[in-house]
């Protein structure tokens, strides 16, 4: 049998960590690339329900990454996001989600290596708690 | 406008060109940027993070008004502005001309990859035999000559470093997609055609050129040449007279018919001279007497091959320049004494190769780490290195040193931890800036950050240990010694080499220090009429500084446009839109069209697939595929196919870099622009090819499809729920309002009015100047008076301006481009107006002070009763033996806990003063830091000179001032000396600092924040540090800081054009990525008008309706995440659009 | 604390002195009327009715343990944009929370409202009270009192109270303007009227009430109903979790949820005008649904069910009040209440938040702070 | 102190001050000298006296007469100040104050100076009896009979007279410094 390759959904912000994703594909570290990036303009517009959505379609994993506090273009859209992340780690594992499959990380645009090694560290976490069962629930 | 032809030139891509360039675009100019490097963001782009939020934020600096005229992505990545022509590593050889017209010459190293082609698979640096220390990384660590100039750009496709390359031509093999050229480089692109019957001849007259590296081609007779001319083109021909067959002058006549433009030297012995001559005729240039040696040859070669060089410069016109080329940085070991062994040691560095070594994207991965590999633990870093050092010549601060050592200091603690012991050796600390003292402050009481006061001379590696280790001595004069595995040397700034080249080509002065000199009360004018300047050309400036500077000369540059033109900038929106059919209701037809970049993107693209996964759904239309989309054929005939096909949407799929060419396209072919959506599948590529080793080439393959198939998904997906909606506009009242008519609001006024604009300006007092008024001479020596009354005259003669005095702005209404205004007038009059932009310039004040028994002991005065009196007489009637000098009184302490950044030169200016006045007097200054930064240091060094005594004083040990029968007794602990002093003097003066005339209800009134401090407080600090977090209201002069006159000047000038970027437009108008209610869905819970952090949001109780103000949103969407039922929708992110993209990522 | 005041019972007729109490305050100058639950011609039904005329209040019944409707969701109607009149409402502890809630997104408003609540004995789901209404509709709701007054069990006349009831540990009127409260007074002659706030006690001050001292049972009587039901609650929400505590187990017992959305309409905390489940955004192309369905195999339908169920606890169970109209709602008898509390009991605490509390106090996704929840930010965390 | 005597000093003193006067105080001259362990004040705070015209203080400190005018200071100061001059014209000025206090410091230099003077060269024998001589302190010849024995015992003391001595060759060198320095 094939080896589990985890699908990890990451929201990134356009800013810092979409800067340091293109920063660590440009600068030939290596990641694994089953990591589906998904743009928003920032963390603080990530709707719970895209999350939820993830989670339940089929992503072992959800990442949402944007600029470190004080950073944030938007003033304090991260901050936002982190309370929203911290209400939906709570509800989901009331429901047997592992922490490891929402993460939430601050990565400044300058950050490439970061970016390369939560994705690693990501997927590896995910690998060895193994596949989301929640996308199997819609069938 | 000629597209090709900047209106403004812009020289040097830092961040004081971006943000002069990105205030010009954004008041309707066009702005050609010039840059030298192949990267924009010049020193900052080295450091990730900056003072005071210790990261970055340089995104900050965009457009917040029409976003959608620029790129909105982080600036490390690049700059893109409608208005903005980017020219990178690209030089400017040459100026003429005056304001209005500057004729200037541009040249481009040439890079010899071609981006286009280059698809960054690091084919070629894996070949390179050449490693060369990498600028970037301030040569901590090495690159190949063939490289990635700067790790962010937004291509970032691989360059040539001409000086490093050794053309062995490794890469141009090793390169999938034949994208290196290294022919282009220099003299390579330079061909020459040599033809002579006579092999010698032949061969080493191509022998010597190819030496020189010239491209040449050989012909044994007049026939070959001509073939040789007919099948490629050639830039020279050295032609020999006398050959069989065709002779010289037979060949010329015949080459001139096939390449007309090529230039002909004839070779030829003495005895056919004549005949040469005669060939001149028929269109040779010159010709060379055989034999000639090698030197006649080169030069004459070389000489057309200038010319050559020359012709292809690019030749713009521009009304206005702006020189923003920085500074260079000091180079410990460039000086011969070098004694902190900088290069030798490894453990030394400058304190910008430690912020590579912080950088996680540096040498070091972000990791701090001695050379041993020990972590380190124990950094030393050492201020004034090249700095404030009269052996060095260097009689001035630089200004910015201090802060960074600082940031420095708590970044490596982040990064080394907490139990980092991190010294700061300095002479002075110059926290002089806003929130400088309280950053500093917060380092100190992070523990583990020392700041000691002393100058570390060397330093000395202990042999065993590795460490270094360093000798002071403490100020009460106790030897101490201490090891550290880091010594980190704060290097201070040096006039770029060029500095004196520049000022000839450009006609400007230097200062005694070899830095571009301003215009006494203005830093961002040069003393050559039409040249601007802003950063740190002038000095080094930190970033906010900077910022407010380039402001500043772009509204001089952009001034000097309006009143030698006596038109004044297009309004930005005037351009028509043709309108577009109307779509929303009907479903989407897409047309994608998928380009392959030249066929550089075939290797990896499965066109089958894409196609698969594209028709899909039912909203794809066609699918086409092109070679080279933004171009030529391609881009006609793909105009051609949706004029024939009719989709309402497009999609394209190409190089991010080519979006605007497809809008472009697609209003061309009819279509709305924003419906229009362009995939980047470039970026796709360049990660897939840098992905793990361990995949096979099939691998990497196959996932580099996988990607490009994403990428094209999402932007179906965008497009397909892209919406033509009609933006949102406010209407903009050409009109602004100045609150202070002081130097700052004078200024600011002026500079809008000769933009056109009228100006009411409004002054609580009885008259205009502010404190001005007072002042009369400044540090540099400059009279205060005669330029109060020069901007006197010119503001209340401008028939624009409008000055209103013993009035008061008592409320502001309404919002960016529309406020409404009621001013009180005197007599109990009520005026109400309208105002596009609202400038704060109400100043401030010198503190008053009831310490040191100012107001009961009369010998006890203030600076500025100093100033009244030595201006008065009313001292000359008195003999002065003694006078002592009190800084930081009340200041830098609770509560009123910042620098007030001019008490110093304050001190020393009236110091001089005095000291001219009664040579005599002694002169005590007691201080806590000496806060002479920049270049006025050199009247510090002049003070001491003239024997004035500074002795330095600490909090908990204040001076003493008692009465006493004449005048007073100062007690102060001298800790040099180490014992109290008792100074018997006339006068005391007392430097108290700096208020802001700035009361909460003015913060009311205006909409504005005040600081912990009380000034106003702007948006950003760095990056936006004249405008208030409410768009249309801005803030300068010494209300929003402390700051010198010149300084105000830029500031007000700063605040001047931010305003105008409202001004210059009629409507005010969303961009593509905006916020909207959904009326029908919304509950009005207002949740989403607490979380805007923009206040564009409000209840219009009238309609019962959440209004969103399009202009003021920038599309964050904190609004769209806390709506729980997607009434809150950012346009481009809507709900059913992330859901899709979901979709497809979890495919 | 302010003055507590007594309102003696008229032979024994509780109801009566409810009403007639309501009836001074209806006859009060400026308010205009008297929302409160009102037994209907068919006399099993008892739902919240706005009274104007003090005669009409004899029909009014408070204290029936029917509970057809949260009346926040009313309130909300009443007081989304001023009316010029000054209501006054009786209100369960549950519905006062859930409108201190609804205040705070901007659905009602508390300035021309005097709440009147009364200690909560709890309700019967629906079909139940029907049954035990039935026979004797006007009796009913006496004999309910004293039964649950005495009784300690949750089960009156062999009939269970709402699962929402038997686990509530707020059965206080603690947010209400002017709390009435018979538990814990013995013998039971007099109800305790307390304001609680200023506005109150202008009111009460016109009503002529004897001042009198809290008894001294009624604090136990307090505490060892909430310590019951803290008790109970902690064993369902343990129970919930047993059956919901991995997604498998959570499909499981969502698996007869229908896409009805009655669930959300009876929730007074889901203010939404329009679910967003209702909206276009759910409103997938077919071939969305069929390449869905090709890729796992199968679809069950309706989709989104359980995004449905966790969007709404991410959405309200901070706020929830625990009423379990949710559970009354449901045509496929899903323990919805259940799943709600059980979640909501953690989400409340992770931000320290307790619905309804006060007024003053932010939904805690309206806010932040700029230094909390550290531990949620990087890979280590195990939260 | 008188007054007069004070006004004198600080005549003296003046050209030395102004030496000095740009010093920031930023110690680096202090940190560099080989010799600041033994001195009672740092030449920083010599510095620091002259700014404030404290010319009795800078006597009494007498901290210059341990320079050794190794001039790492003047190298490594950073206001480019003279600073070794500065300490040996503080050396000058005691010199020629004939100041009780530096009698030993200034004896030693005269008598050294006078070998010098006689023979071209110091010999360390004669000028070490010229000196103790001198001093009028009969014990102070014994605290040096260590060194003097060991010297000695290393052959570097040399007892016999000079063989040759007095040929006034160095006179009109000598001669020809007096008069500058007394010079106007």
Known sequence: ?139 | MNPEAGEILVVGGGVSGMQASLELAETGHDVMLVERAPYLGGLVSQLDHQFPSNHCGMCRMLPMLHRDSGEQSCLRKGLRHDRIHIRLSTDVTAVEGEPGNFRVSLRKAASCVDPIQCIGCGACVKVCPVETPDDFNAGLSMRKAIFQAAPFNMLNSYRIDPAACTRCGACVSACPTGAIHLTDADRGAFRILVVDDEQIVRDSTAEWLIEEGFAVEKAASGLQALDLLGRSSYHLMLLDIKMPGMDGVEVLKKAKDIAPGITVIMMTAYATVETAIEAMKSGAVEYLIKPFDPEMLLSMADKHYQAFVEAADEKITAGAIVLTGGAALYDPSGDPRNTLEYGVLPQVVTSLEFERMLSPAGPCKGLLLRADGKPVSRIAWIQCVGSRDLQLGADYCSSICCMISIKEALLAREVSGENLRADIFFTDMRVCGKGFHRYKELAESAGHIRFIRGRVHSAIPEAVSGDLQIRYVSLSGIEKEESYDLIVLAIGQRPHPDMPRLAERYGFSLNASGFAESLPFSPSETHRAGIFMAGSFSGLKDIRESVIQASAAAVNASRTMSVLSKSFPQHLDTKDIPPFPDVSREPSRVLAAICSCDAALDVCMDAASVVQRLRQDPAVQDVLFFNHLCAGQDRESLIQEIRQRHPNRLLTASCASCADIFQEVAVAAGMDPRLSVTADIRMPVLCAMSSSKALDTAAKMQQCADLMNSAISEGLVRVKHADAVKPSETAVTARALVAGAGIAGMTAALAIADHGYPVDVVERSDRVGGNLNWIHHTLDGHDVQPYLEEIRQKVESHPRIQVYTRAQVMGVWGEAGHFYTTVAGPDNSVMQFEHGSVILATGGAEASTSLYGHGTNPAVLTQKELETALHSDALASRELSSVVMIQCVGSREAPRNYCSRVCCQTAVKQALALKSQYPDVRIYVLYRDMMLYGFSESAYTRARREGVVFIPYSLDQKPEVVPAETGACVRVFDPVSDRRLEIETDIVVLATGIVPAFTSDDGDIFGVERDPDRFFMEADAKWRPVDAMKTGVFGCGIVNAPLTISETVASAQAAAMRALRILTRTTLASSRITAVVRHSLCSRCQLCIAACPYQARVLDTEADQIRVNAAMCQGCGACASICPNSAAVVEGFSMPQLFEMIDIAVQ | MSLVRKLAIDRQDILGTVQGFLRSILTLEDIAVVLAPRRLAEKSVVMPALITQPDCLSDADPLAPAFFLNAAQMMSRLTRRPSGQKIAVVLRPCEIRAFIELVKFKQGALEDVLIIGLDCLGAYPNTVYRRFAAADPDGSTLRFFFAALSGVSETVEGMELASACRVCEHPFPEGADIAIGFMGISPLDYLLVQGQTPKADAYLAQVKLEPVAIPAGRGDAVASRVSSRVQARDAMISRTHEATGTPEKLAAYLTGCINCYNCRNACPICYCRECVFCTDVFDHEPFQYLQKAGRSGSLKLPADTVLYHLTRLVHMSTSCVGCGQCSNACPNDIPVMELFRATARYSQKAFEYEPGRSVAEPPPMSVFKEHEFADVVGLKGKT | ?184
Not at chain 1, 93 to 122: C, H, K, N, Y
């Open chain 1, 1 to 139: 049998m094939a080896e589990f390759e985890p699908t990890i959904v990451a929201f990134v912000c356009n800013w810092c960590t979409y800067t340091a994703a293109d920063l660590a594909g440009t600068s030939r570290l290596s990641y694994p690339k089953p990591v589906r990036l998904i743009r928003v303009m920032c963390t603080g517009m990530v709707d719970p329900q895209y999350i939820l959505k993830a989670l339940l379609e089929g992503a072992d994993a959800v990442l949402v990454s944007g600029c470190h506090p004080g950073d944030c273009h938007y003033i304090n859209g991260n901050f936002k996001a982190r309370r929203r992340i911290r209400l939906l780690k709570e509800i989901l594992s009331q429901f047997g989600f592992e922490p490891e499959r929402l993460r939430l990380t601050w990565i400044g645009a300058s950050d490439g290596i970061q970016f390369a090694e939560v994705m690693r560290e990501m997927v590896s976490q995910v690998k060895a708690i193994g596949p989301c069962t929640a996308s199997r629930l819609a069938a």
């Open chain 4, 1 to 184: 102190m008188k007054d007069a005597e004070n006004v004198q000093l600080a005549e003296a003193l003046a050209p030395i001050r102004d030496m000095v006067k740009a010093c920031i105080q930023c110690g680096t001259c202090s940190a560099s000298c080989p010799n600041a362990f033994a001195m009672a004040d740092t030449p920083r705070r010599l510095w620091r006296m002259l700014q404030a015209g404290e010319v009795q203080m800078v006597l009494k400190s007498g901290s210059f007469t341990l320079c050794s005018a190794c001039y790492t200071c003047t190298l490594r100061c950073p206001r480019g100040l003279p600073l070794t001059d500065a300490m040996s014209a503080l050396k000058q000025v005691v010199a020629h104050q004939d100041a009780l206090r530096f009698a030993s410091t200034t004896l030693f230099y005269r008598k050294f100076m006078e070998s010098v003077r006689r023979h071209g060269r110091v010999r360390e024998t004669e000028f070490m009896c010229l000196y103790l001589t001198a001093m009028k302190n009969p014990l102070l010849p014994f605290q040096f009979a260590p060194l003097g024995l060991k010297l000695f015992s290393r052959k570097k003391l040399d007892f016999r007279p000079p063989s040759k001595g007095g040929d006034a060759r160095m006179d009109a060198l000598f001669q020809k410094v007096h008069e500058l320095e007394n010079a106007p």
